[in-house]
């Protein structure tokens, strides 16, 4: 059974960095995007980036930028996502899930179909 569970969420401070992780089970990483979204209390779910498993081509949503990046080690089948220059707007629950493959590829949260139960992560001083 296909399963994803993310890890390394927590407490940092403003302007600090966090790396999370999202490690997949029962399926093999090939020809699926990785994504990350994040969601706050009483907003929809925000999509961020994502990463091809197949080629490792990557898009990021403009709003993290220069701050964010996605990496994936096959051979461990563990999407990462390292974050920086950390702001309190960024706090929020973080989930990875998995697309697919079916022609293309996109930052839809409806076009994902299996998802991580989500870690917290709190910028705060």
């Known amino acids: 059974q296909l399963k994803l569970v993310e890890s390394g969420g927590g407490l940092v401070q403003p302007g600090g960095s966090l790396r999370l992780s999202c490690a997949a089970s029962?399926?093999?990483?090939?020809?699926?995007?990785i994504g990350w979204f994040r969601q706050v209390p009483g907003k929809e779910r925000e999509g961020l980036l994502y990463?091809?498993?197949?080629?490792?081509?990557?898009y990021y949503a403009d709003s993290v930028k220069g701050r964010f990046t996605i990496s994936t080690d096959n051979a461990k089948k563990t999407v990462y996502l390292q974050m920086n220059s950390l702001k309190p707007e960024d706090t929020a629950v973080y989930y990875c899930?998995?697309?697919?493959?079916?022609?293309?590829?996109?930052?839809?949260?409806?076009?994902?179909?299996?998802w991580g139960q989500g870690t917290q992560v709190t910028v705060s001083s």
């Open positions: 029962g399926f093999t990483l090939d020809y699926y995007a």
């Open positions: 899930a998995a697309q697919v493959y079916s022609g293309t590829y996109s930052l839809s949260q409806y076009n994902y179909h299996y």
């Open positions: 990463i091809t498993t197949s080629d490792g081509n990557t």
